[in-house]
Structure formats: structure tokens, C-alpha cells
């Protein structure tokens, strides 16, 4: 059985309570929606292959919030300058949303303490140019990101 089926509650504890943190939200639910959002205005920008593969290296509680709901039949929108990702992922579920303007870095930083490093740069190195620039994160010490549950 695959390590992230056995302990997917561990991980997706684990990853919430990163990205709560980071974007200095109060609940689990604030967290999950800003995280839904930030997933869905990425997802928006990659063919079907494209999301499959990248939701293949994520833990099996993100991986299927990301595929959840798919419409894999709309062609994919261009990606666009972060200001505008960030208004985009403020749009869904407007009345339930308080996506700080820090969603996507932190979510970003969550993703990438919670996933094999190696696994994720190959998935991005697949993927239009703009995919690394939507998941970078800078930080003054890489081992921040490294992988907390392995």
C-alpha cells in the first residue's frame, strides 16, 4: 500500500496546518478554501495530462482536491501575472473566501514541505515555463522546504 494512502490524514494535517499558518488564517475551513482556490486557478492553465501528472507527485488528500470537480474538456486559459492569479483564486467561492494575497507562495511553501522534492521539479520541468514561476517560493533556507513527512 502506498505510504501516502496509509497516512493520508498525517499528511493533510500536516500540510493544513502549514498553509494555515503561513497565511495566517484562523480555521482549517479559511485554509482549505484558499488552498481549493489556489489549485483550481493552477489547474485552469494545464491540459488533462499535464494536471494528472502533476497531481500524481502530490499526497493522495491534495491530489484529490486537485482533480475534484475537473472540467477536462475546457482548454486551458494562459497563465498571467500573480496579482491576477491571486484576484482569480478570490473569486472562487467568493462568499466563503479569504484568500490573503499570500495564497499561492504559501500554499507554494506547504505543497513543497509536503512532497518529494526530486518528484516535484520533474513534474515541473514537464510543464509550461510558467509552472516553476507559479510554485517558487523564496526562502533564505532551502532546508525550509525540505520534506517533513517521509
Sequence with gaps: ?????RHASREWRSFLD??????????????????DAVLQVFRRRLTAQQGLDFA???????????????D???????FSERSALIA????????HNLTPDNAIEATAWAI????????FERVLARLPDEAAAFWHVEVDN?????????
Excluded at 500500500?1 to 494512502?5: A, F, K, L, Q, V
Excluded at 502530490?58 to 482533480?67: G, H, K, N, T
Excluded at 513543497?112 to 518528484?119: G, I, V
Design 18 to 35: 502549514d498553509a494555515k499558518e503561513r497565511m495566517s488564517l484562523e480555521s482549517d475551513n479559511m485554509a482549505y478554501t484558499t488552498v
Design 142 to 150: 532551502p532546508r525550509e522546504l525540505e520534506q517533513r513527512i517521509v
Design 56 to 70: 500524481g507527485v502530490l499526497p493522495s488528500v491534495l491530489r484529490a482536491i486537485f482533480v475534484k470537480d475537473w
Design 72 to 78: 477536462v474538456s475546457a482548454p486551458p486559459v494562459p
Design 88 to 95: 482569480e483564486a478570490k473569486q472562487v467561492r467568493v462568499n
Design 1 to 5: 500500500m502506498p505510504w501516502t494512502y
Design 112 to 119: 513543497r514541505r509536503c512532497t518529494n522534492k526530486a518528484d
